[in-house]
C-alpha cells in the first residue's frame, strides 16, 4: 500500500490559467501555484491513502477546504485538521473538526506558527491528542518563510514534547533543509 502522507488541498475545483511562484521563492525552481481539482485526481491516481493537511494561521484555516475534499472522495483521503495552537479558539477548532467533521490528525508548525514547541498553548493540544490517540504531523524543517525563529523548526526542540506526552502518536514530517541528503544506515 502507498500512503502519501503530506498532500496540501487543492487550490480550485477548476484549474482557469496557471499560476507559478515568484521567482527564487524556494531555491532555483518555480512551481505551481494553483491545482484544480481533476488534477489532483490525476496527480493522486497513483496512491492508495493520502493525508490531505495544510497550516493553520490563527484562526484562518485551509480546515473547510480538507473536509470539502475528504467528502468527495472518502475512500483515499484521510483529513488532518490544521490548527495553530496560539489561535485562542484553538481548542473549539479542534472539538469542531475532530467531533463533529471526524478529522483523523492534526497538524501544526512551530515555526511557521511561530511558537515555542513546549509553549502551554500547544501543549493543550498535544494533550487533547493523547487523550484521543489522534497523530500530530510537526513541520519541522527550515523554510524560505520568516515567520519565527529557526530554532523551533529544529527536530531537537521536539525532544521536550516527546518526554512530556510519551504515549503521543505525534510523528514529524520534513525534516531537515532542502537540498539536504539522507543515507540509509
Request: charged fraction near 25%; glycine fraction near 8%.
Amino acid at each position: 500500500m502507498i500512503v502519501d502522507v503530506h498532500v496540501h488541498t487543492p487550490t480550485q475545483m477548476e484549474t482557469v490559467e496557471t499560476q507559478w511562484s515568484a521567482p527564487g521563492y524556494r531555491g532555483d525552481k518555480q512551481y505551481k501555484r494553483n491545482v484544480g481539482w481533476a488534477e489532483f485526481q490525476r496527480d493522486m491516481s497513483g496512491v492508495d491513502k493520502l493525508i490531505l493537511l495544510g497550516v493553520a494561521h490563527g484562526s484562518k484555516t485551509p480546515n473547510d477546504d480538507i473536509h470539502r475534499y475528504a467528502s468527495l472522495w472518502p475512500e483515499k483521503i484521510i483529513p488532518f485538521c490544521a490548527v495553530d495552537p496560539t489561535d485562542p479558539g484553538v481548542m473549539q477548532e479542534l472539538e469542531r473538526r475532530i467531533e463533529g467533521q471526524r478529522m483523523r490528525g492534526i497538524k501544526i508548525s512551530p515555526h511557521y506558527q511561530s511558537f515555542a514547541p513546549m509553549d502551554p498553548r500547544a501543549c493543550q493540544v498535544y494533550a487533547y491528542a493523547e487523550r484521543r490517540g489522534l497523530p500530530i504531523a510537526f513541520h519541522q524543517a527550515t523554510s524560505p518563510m520568516r515567520m519565527g525563529p529557526l530554532s523551533y523548526a529544529h527536530p531537537m526542540a521536539l525532544d521536550e514534547v516527546a518526554m512530556a506526552f510519551r504515549t503521543s502518536r505525534s510523528w514529524w514530517r520534513i525534516l531537515g533543509t532542502r537540498g539536504s541528503r539522507t543515507r540509509s544506515c
